[in-house]
């Protein structure tokens, strides 16, 4: 087998870890002798690729004031482990009305509709890949809402549907 070599790192500095991400791009940390000294992560776009078609992007994610110290966050999926799902497949399945909810239309790009059945939606939480909370509507009290994409960036985000017993369904959305 031909190796490439796509990148040569300066001495003492590392390759750190290397984590697959929801959109299947491969994130790679650096580190540099003793000290954390890069504020951002690398990403191979194209990990099934060989060589140079790869696509290599040395300073892919700013990590604005965090760095890199030997090693990537783990997503902790528990998180969202839940016997409900949007979708088994992202993109392939638009609703699960079997599990007593749907979102339609999912994938979105403008507002998707969110309907429980057979129970009444307190609170909405949308959290984006990172397991950031970037949306939260409380006090809905109602089976049924719509949300819109309003200043939200496309990707995956997971949803998490509090009810009014308190018991949390949570699947995967996709903004286009």
Request: charged share 20%; proline share 3%.
């Amino acid at each position: 087998m031909l190796k490439t070599l796509i990148k040569k790192l300066p001495d003492t500095t590392y390759f750190t870890a290397l984590q697959i991400g929801a959109d299947d791009k491969l994130y790679i940390g650096k580190f540099k002798g003793t000290v954390p000294l890069y504020n951002y992560l690398a990403r191979i776009d194209n990990p099934n690729s060989a060589g140079i078609l790869c696509n290599y992007s040395d300073s892919a994610i700013t990590l604005a004031s965090g760095t890199v110290f030997g090693g990537l966050p783990n997503f902790i999926e528990s998180y969202f482990n839940t016997s409900y799902s949007c979708l088994d497949g992202v993109g392939i399945k638009e609703n699960n009305f079997q599990k007593g909810f749907s979102v339609f239309p999912n994938p979105f790009s403008a507002k998707t509709n969110i309907q429980l059945f057979n129970k009444t939606i307190k609170q909405i939480e949308l959290y984006n890949i990172y397991g950031f909370l970037v949306k939260r509507i409380d006090n809905i009290n109602s089976n049924q809402i719509e949300i819109e994409k309003g200043n939200l960036d496309t990707g995956i985000y997971f949803l998490q549907i509090k009810t009014d017993n308190n018991t949390r369904q949570t699947c995967r959305i996709v903004i286009e």
